[in-house]
């Protein structure tokens, strides 16, 4: 299952919501404004970013520019206390499924959270005729209208 983090007004948060739909895959969207994090999700999203905190976390947010918070310098209880206060620090979306971890908005990228079976086959190219032309084809067609418009 895939658990998308949003906000209201999130312009990224909205293309993934929209992909997803798209793509049929079943998501849980949880609004890190109206209903903040516990403890359990947040250490789970620090411990599956890459880098750490500087990968959930925006240094350019209101909060950490005004107050001149030293994030660096938080233990992880008191980075947690600090994000469940101020959730707005969290970059949006962060999309968790079991195998991929992804903060932001990537055309590319996103594509990882489509079953290997779907993104083989859609490498693969099909026709119209072919059964899975439903699920590959149409991105096959909008890779090619922009190779096209490009050139």
């Known amino acids: 299952m895939i658990v998308l983090y949003t906000?209201?007004?999130?312009?990224?948060?909205?293309?993934?919501k929209k992909f997803l739909k798209e793509n049929d895959l079943e998501f849980i969207e949880k609004n890190?404004?109206?209903?903040?994090?516990?403890?359990?999700?947040?250490?789970?999203?620090?411990?599956?970013?890459?880098n750490g905190t500087s990968d959930i976390i925006s240094t350019?947010?209101?909060?950490i520019r005004e107050s001149d918070i030293d994030i660096d310098s938080m233990?992880?209880?008191?980075?947690?206390?600090f994000i469940q206060t101020n959730p707005t620090v969290l970059r949006r979306p962060i999309i968790v499924?079991?195998?991929?971890f992804q903060v932001g908005y990537d055309e590319e990228e996103i594509e990882m959270f489509l079953p290997r079976k779907?993104?083989?086959?859609?490498?693969?190219?099909?026709?119209?005729?072919?059964?899975?032309?439903p699920y590959c084809?149409?991105?096959?067609?909008?890779?090619?209208e922009i190779i096209t418009e490009s050139r």
């Open 97 to 100: 499924s079991n195998r991929n």
């Open 118 to 133: 779907i993104r083989e086959v859609a490498a693969k190219g099909c026709e119209e005729d072919c059964e899975n032309f």
């Open 7 to 16: 906000s209201p007004g999130c312009a990224s948060c909205r293309k993934v």
């Open 32 to 50: 890190i404004i109206t209903l903040p994090l516990n403890e359990v999700e947040l250490r789970h999203l620090i411990q599956r970013s890459e």
């Open 75 to 81: 233990s992880l209880n008191e980075l947690i206390r």
């Open 137 to 144: 084809g149409h991105w096959r067609n909008e890779e090619e």
């Open 60 to 63: 350019r947010s209101k909060i």
